[in-house]
């Protein structure tokens, strides 16, 4: 008798601790499983988080991300535009969808996007870089390279940048020959 309803409860314990996961524990393990590359998981991840929360504005920000890593840019910009109408602070989402924007060729809307994020995150590297790579897409070289400037400022390096060709494009001829000196093994 013991050994049946032993038999009956480990299953129905282990369905409530693999799937009693809350919405935010979902969103956690989808970041760990982007960190890993797995965006493919994280998403599904993050779907999971949304059926508990329809409303979790960091699961569909975090998924637009993983969308954008797929290349699916419009599917990144729908979860990025979902996650600031239910959270019109999140930088995060704006910047993301800025990116996405960017690889559809919507440079004006990158650079809205980007200007909204760094009013809300004046801190915000990567949503520098994104506006600076953009402003130059539009003939713009002055004000984006000083947002790639920027951007390497804040921290984020020339081999970090989305696109870091775009950066030396920006050296004066001065600033290149020294680059390559430092950087030659």
Not at 14 to 34: L, M, S
Not at 172 to 179: R, V
């Amino acid at each position: 008798m013991l050994k049946t309803i032993l038999a009956l409860l480990i299953p129905l314990v282990t369905v409530f601790i693999c799937y009693g996961q809350t919405a935010d524990e979902w969103v956690n393990r989808g970041w760990a499983k982007y960190k890993l590359n797995d965006y493919k998981g994280a998403i599904a991840d993050y779907n999971e988080a949304i059926k508990l929360d329809p409303a979790h504005a960091m699961a569909y920000s975090h998924r637009g991300r993983a969308k954008y890593k797929l290349d699916d840019h419009r599917g990144a910009i729908a979860d990025c535009s979902k996650a600031i109408k239910l959270d019109p602070l999140d930088a995060w989402a704006y910047s993301n969808r800025a990116r996405a924007k960017y690889m559809l060729k919507d440079y004006t809307g990158a650079i809205v996007d980007c200007n909204k994020a760094i009013e809300l995150n004046p801190a915000h590297a990567s949503a520098y870089s994104t506006r600076g790579l953009a402003r130059i897409q539009l003939g713009q070289r002055d004000s984006g390279c000083l947002d790639l400037s920027k951007a390497g400022e804040l921290g984020l390096e020339g081999h970090m940048m989305p696109f870091s060709n775009t950066v030396t494009r920006c050296r004066t001829e001065e600033e290149s020959d020294a680059y390559e000196q430092a950087h030659l093994f």
